[in-house]
């Protein structure tokens, strides 16, 4: 019983390392596309505050 709840334990941490990097990913995207939006919204002049 112990080894298949180590392995339970190990296949949990896997998925948790999975998910991790499947939201920093997400993150970097999104603001990769934020960077792109303030850049584009720079140059025609066009300006919002929340972008501070």
Do not use: C, D
């Amino acid at each position: 019983m112990p080894t298949r709840m180590h392995e339970e334990f190990l296949a949990l941490l896997e998925r948790g390392r999975m998910i991790k990097a499947r939201r920093l990913k997400e993150g970097e995207e999104w603001l990769a596309e934020r960077r792109r939006r303030q850049q584009e919204a720079a140059q025609s002049g066009y300006y919002n505050i929340e972008w501070q």
